[in-house]
């Protein structure tokens, strides 16, 4: 079993800069694949990014492509989402997933293992 802990969620205004991490226990991450979603109030969870097993590759929304940036550290069974330019528009609780396939995916039914969440607000 994998648990997933997502922390550096807060309040922003428009143009700053958040930084998200996931921690894992209970089983090392670095044969998984893992991804971020996000869930506005009303709305469906949506896919934010993913990485491979390995790091070396990753998968953006269109949304979010050029300003978030998804990366691991396999020895601190940590992933990242650096998070630039934010804008009112991307607030909502993001959510940390973890998939036992190395490959990336972006459906979040592909996915075996869920944060708790972490609420992210950006201010206009």
């Known amino acids: 079993q994998v648990q997933l802990v997502e922390s550096g969620g807060g309040l922003v205004q428009a143009g700053g800069s958040l930084s998200l991490s996931c921690a894992a226990s209970g089983r090392t991450l670095s044969s998984y694949a893992m991804g971020w979603f996000r869930q506005a109030p009303g709305k469906e969870r949506r896919f934010v990014a993913t990485?491979?097993?390995?790091?070396?590759?990753?998968y953006y929304a269109d949304s979010v492509k050029g300003r978030f940036t998804i990366s691991r550290d396999n020895a601190k069974n940590t992933v990242y989402l650096q998070m630039n330019s934010l804008s009112p528009e991307d607030t909502a609780v993001y959510y940390c997933a973890a998939r036992t396939s190395g490959y990336m995916a972006e459906y979040a039914s592909h996915y075996d293992y869920w944060g708790q969440g972490t609420q992210v607000t950006v201010s206009s």
């Open positions: 990485i491979s097993w390995s790091g070396d590759h990753t």
